[in-house]
């Protein structure tokens, strides 16, 4: 089982699956709807401050302080 780290630490192009989602209800709830939930699969399509990402066939915009609350695994791929 590999480390978790915050969605923010993950570079450009890297795969990592969702392992947690913390905050409070509404932000944890809002990113739910967003297809962001534990063992969700999410790409690091740009890092920054927004960082832009890809889940399920979707590209999303994630402020800052929404990337803190996310906690990954990267995923290696072949």
Do not use: F, N, Y
């Amino acid at each position: 089982m590999g480390d978790l780290l915050p969605l923010e630490s993950i570079r450009a192009g890297e795969w990592a699956e969702v392992a947690d989602v913390a905050g409070d209800m509404g932000c944890v709830g809002r990113l739910a709807e967003m297809g962001v939930r534990h063992g969700s699969r999410v790409r690091m399509l740009q890092p920054g401050r927004p960082c832009l990402i890809l889940i399920g066939g979707t590209r999303l915009s994630l402020r800052a302080d929404w990337t803190t609350h996310i906690l990954v695994r990267p995923v290696k791929t072949s």
